[in-house]
């Protein structure tokens, strides 16, 4: 059933006149989008498998100098995309990362999941002395093992997601790491870079130098893993 019209409201919507010049056609702004950033943005640096990866998440940004400060591990692509066409979860930071992934790339109508609504979430965060989103991160532990991980919002939930595997949690297959920031989220995103080297600890990841990052930014990742095709 149709949801009814507003007392008042016309049935139909009335279209404003035309007083700017613009693209209006979706699928022509797509294209016009990606050539712009192709054209304006240094991607030599990209691993070839991973340029539609670097292309998704400058759109995300709308930052073509984004490209100089991504971290791709060689492995990520490759690793992230098997885990999701064997069906792999997606684990979110935040609910606007989780709702900025399109169903419809996803190879195994994948299940998108944020904890961050569960109800535990604001004792262990009392207890622990630190963010929701961080406790949050603990509840994934079940679902960990062989998914595609991310974190878009805070900081501390990438340092606890460290954490936790440096204390022998289960290993995702990928993690998206780009939490946005003044404070912590140069660090976490460096601490991520170094895991490998630090604890031996070796998953493949995706994750921006500095304090840029965020939600529009991981769901773009995560889009472009999904599916190959921009």
């Known amino acids: 059933m149709s949801a009814p019209t507003p007392a008042g409201s016309p049935a139909e919507p009335r279209r404003p006149a035309r007083h700017y010049d613009y693209l209006a056609d979706g699928p022509a702004i797509y294209v016009d989008s990606f050539a712009t950033i192709r054209r304006e943005a240094r991607l030599d640096h990209i691993p070839t498998e991973a340029e539609r990866l670097a292309v998704r998440m400058i759109h995300g940004a709308g930052q073509v100098d984004l490209a100089d400060d991504l971290v791709i ?3 990520l692509v490759s690793a992230a995309r ?19 992934v399109t169903r419809s790339r996803l190879p195994r109508d994948n299940d998108v999941l944020c904890l961050l609504g569960d109800e535990r979430v604001p004792g262990l965060a009392r207890r622990w002395g630190t963010t929701r ?10 679902l960990m093992e062989g998914a595609v991980v991310a974190v878009g919002n805070a900081p501390t939930a990438l340092f606890h997601l460290l954490e936790m595997l440096v204390d022998g949690a ?9 939490p946005v920031g003044f404070i912590g989220a140069a660090e976490s995103k460096q601490a991520l870079t170094e895991l490998a080297a630090t604890h031996g600890i070796d998953i493949p990841y995706v994750t921006v130098h500095g304090r840029r990052g965020g939600s529009a ?7 472009a893993l999904a599916k190959e095709e921009e």
């Open 73 to 75: 591990h060689p492995e």
């Open 82 to 100: 098997t885990a999701l066409r064997s069906g792999a979860p997606i684990l979110c930071d935040v609910t606007m990362v989780a709702t900025g």
């Open 133 to 142: 989103t961080a406790a949050a991160v603990s509840l994934w532990e079940p």
């Open 170 to 178: 289960p290993r995702p297959a990928a993690i998206v790491g780009c």
């Open 217 to 223: 930014m991981t769901s773009s990742a995560l889009n």
